[in-house]
Structure formats: structure tokens, C-alpha cells
């Protein structure tokens, strides 16, 4: 039997007479959408920047954790946090992250007497700097994240 290329089939037009053809004929593949947990990068998040708790200022020791479950949890955030295409969609971005740690070291979270580079190392776990460090200035926050970190910052 000559052999023709793949049909897609999808949940409603399945039917088991015309499954058992196409395999017969070598022509089933499946295509089965990623699950994407909406929560993934919320965690990832966390495991991340708690790498980095130690450097935290003496006065936000207490509270760091606080501070980046609110940053998490909040809705505005979720468009930069989150990356929304490829393979890794739904997960963290690490680039606004990295940018977000430089805000908060530039406003007190973290020591400064700690090079951003070295926190950076920190969180990526490596002795090099490497492409989330240097382009993290690419990946701005929306003026309404801004906002919303300062709240973050004035109310914890």
C-alpha cells in the first residue's frame, strides 16, 4: 500500500474505523498539546531568588520572601514573569527577574555593597556571566509593574 503523508487528527474528528487504517498504514502520529501550569513559573520564581536571600539588607531579612510571593502573585506581573512563547511558555523569564533584583538592589532589598554581578552568579549557580545578565535591560517592566513594586516596597 503506497504511503502518503501524515493526517492531523484531532479529538472530534476521531474515529476508531479510521484510527485503526492509518496505523495499519503507518501514518498516525500523536499531538498532544504541552500542559501548561499556569503556576510553573511562579515557583520557579522563588527556587530562583531564594539563592539569593542571604544578601538581602538586614532590615528586609525578614520580609524578602514576602516581598517576591506578592511580586508573584500579582497580575500585572504575570506578562513579565511569565515567557509566552516556545518551548519553555509558561515558565519563568529570567531576564525580568534579573532586572527586577537590580531594581530592588538599587532600592535598598539587596546589599550594595554586592556587585550585581555577584548576585547574578548566585542565582544562575555558574562563575560566569552569562546572556540573562547582560540583556536583562532589555526586559523592562510595564509602568503599571513599576507602580506596583513600589507599592510592594512602601507596604512591606
Known amino acids: 500500500m503506497k504511503q ?5 487528527l484531532s479529538p472530534k474528528d476521531f474515529n476508531a474505523t479510521l484510527l485503526e487504517e492509518l496505523t495499519r498504514q503507518g501514518r498516525v502520529y500523536v499531538d498532544m498539546p504541552r500542559a501548561v501550569n499556569d503556576d510553573a513559573y511562579k515557583h ?16 528586609w531579612q525578614g520580609g524578602i520572601d514576602g516581598l ?3 511580586i508573584v502573585e500579582s497580575a500585572c506581573f504575570r506578562d513579565c514573569l ?32 554586592v556587585p ?7 542565582l544562575e549557580g555558574t562563575t560566569k556571566r ?9 526586559y523592562d517592566l510595564t509602568r503599571e509593574a513599576k ?6 516596597l512602601v507596604r512591606v
Not at 515567557?83 to 546589599?111: D, E, F, P, S, W
Open 4 to 8: 502518503t503523508g501524515l493526517r492531523r
Open 44 to 59: 520557579e520564581v522563588m527556587d530562583y531568588v531564594r539563592r539569593i536571600a542571604d544578601y538581602a539588607t538586614d532590615s
Open 68 to 70: 517576591w510571593e506578592q
Open 82 to 113: 511569565a515567557l509566552k512563547k516556545g518551548l519553555r511558555a509558561g515558565h519563568m523569564n529570567r531576564y525580568t527577574v534579573t532586572n527586577i533584583v537590580c531594581r530592588l538592589q538599587g532600592k535598598g532589598v539587596y546589599r550594595r555593597d
Open 116 to 122: 550585581m554581578l555577584t548576585l547574578h552568579l548566585q
Open 130 to 138: 552569562n546572556r540573562y545578565y547582560t540583556s536583562c535591560g532589555n
Open 147 to 152: 507602580g506596583v513594586l513600589r507599592e510592594l
